[in-house]
């Protein structure tokens, strides 16, 4: 059985940090690429990165690449998530994903609509 489960969200003031974290069990690091979207309530769910782990190759969207950086610990079975500098418009549920194989994690393959499993989420709210 696969099972992701985020954590790390929580409330922060404009301008600073969080570090999401996603545990995944029931699936093996390097058969996945492993991502992470975000999703306000009433609102598509929109990508954010993507990694293949063992080959350490990254895809990020371009609103994100200056501020958010994903990573894995293969070891540990979890991905990350570090944000910067965030903003209120940073406020979204965040979600981890896995389920396409690791070459999906390009622009033209990272997708919501091909990922078979997700966590249930962590919600950032970003507010002084």
């Known amino acids: 059985q696969v099972q992701l489960v985020e954590s790390g969200g929580g409330l922060v003031q404009p301008g600073g940090s969080l570090r999401l974290s996603c545990a995944v069990s029931g699936v093996t690091f390097e058969d996945y690429a492993l991502g992470w979207f975000r999703q306000a309530p009433g609102k598509d769910r929109e990508r954010v990165t993507c990694?293949?782990?063992?080959?350490?190759?990254?895809f990020y969207v371009d609103s994100f690449k200056a501020r958010f950086t994903i990573s894995s610990d293969s070891a540990k079975n979890k991905v990350y998530l570090q944000m910067n500098r965030l903003g209120p418009d940073d406020t979204d549920v965040y979600l981890c994903s896995t389920g396409v194989p690791p070459g999906a994690c390009v622009d033209t393959m990272f997708g919501d609509y091909a990922m078979s499993y997700w966590g249930e989420g962590t919600l950032v709210t970003v507010s002084s």
């Open positions: 990694i293949r782990a063992f080959a350490d190759t990254t």
